[in-house]
């Protein structure tokens, strides 16, 4: 089964080399690859929102982008990017909803913000997200830490982080997906198992 991934990925790596990728090339990747992770999506997305019908559509519009970006480049790896696409998704519809209209508000000044700077509650949340993200970075492993720690701190590539710790970069990605899961669970309050898998 092995050989079968080793081919398929050599075949899109070709493909990308050579032109665009094919709409059954993507098709295929994309139920490969994509849709077995929609349970992790699905959890995902219903810690954020929990009506079900806005989570089906935030599914839906997930795998939209990520096929859209995948017909001009396979993303690689794929839960990362899944993730990444369905974060910043959620990010976007929140920021959408606290828009106010600029006709709803005569004087801006009515509304009590602070243009410039954030308020002493943002400073104070602030702190507490970064002591609570300090706390979960404490409870990893220490190997696991110490990936989170060049991956997402420092910049590393996974390929300059598994040179650097004498470790495969198959490993670098399952360390940092362990790593990654665990911090967003502990800080969304959630139990958390630290343990990578050998």
């Known amino acids: 089964m092995a050989e079968t991934s080793d081919t398929n990925r050599e075949g899109l790596d070709l493909l990308r080399v050579g032109g665009a990728m094919t709409a059954p090339?993507?098709?295929?990747?994309?139920?490969?690859?994509?849709?077995?992770?929609?349970?992790?999506?699905?959890?995902?997305?219903?810690?954020?929102?929990?009506?079900?019908?806005?989570?089906?559509d935030?599914?839906?519009d997930v795998y939209v982008r990520v096929y859209e970006a995948a017909?001009?480049?396979?993303?690689?790896?794929?839960?990362?990017?899944?993730?990444?696409?369905?974060?910043?998704?959620?990010?976007?519809?929140?920021?959408?909803?606290?828009v106010v209209a600029i006709e709803?508000?005569?004087?801006?000044?009515?509304?009590?913000?602070?243009?410039?700077?954030?308020?002493?509650d943002r400073n104070v949340i602030a702190r507490q997200e970064l002591h609570r993200f300090q706390l979960a970075l404490d409870r990893l492993p220490p190997r696991v830490r110490q990936v989170v720690v060049m991956r997402k701190i420092e910049?590393?590539?996974?390929?300059?982080?598994?040179?650097r710790l004498g470790i495969a970069a198959s490993t670098v990605s399952e360390y940092l997906a362990t790593g990654m899961d665990a911090i967003t669970d502990l800080v969304l309050?959630?139990?958390?198992?630290?343990?990578?898998?050998?």
């Open 71 to 98: 017909q001009r480049e396979i993303p690689d790896p794929v839960r990362p990017f899944l993730f990444t696409v369905a974060r910043n998704l959620l990010l976007n519809r929140a920021r959408h909803e606290n």
């Open 25 to 56: 090339d993507v098709d295929a990747w994309f139920v490969r690859e994509v849709l077995p992770l929609e349970a992790a999506l699905l959890k995902f997305l219903r810690r954020i929102r929990r009506d079900r019908t806005d989570v089906e």
């Open 155 to 163: 910049g590393l590539s996974r390929p300059e982080i598994a040179t």
């Open 104 to 120: 709803a508000v005569a004087d801006l000044d009515s509304l009590g913000v602070a243009l410039d700077e954030p308020g002493p």
């Open 58 to 60: 935030l599914c839906h």
């Open 189 to 198: 309050g959630e139990a958390i198992d630290t343990d990578p898998k050998p």
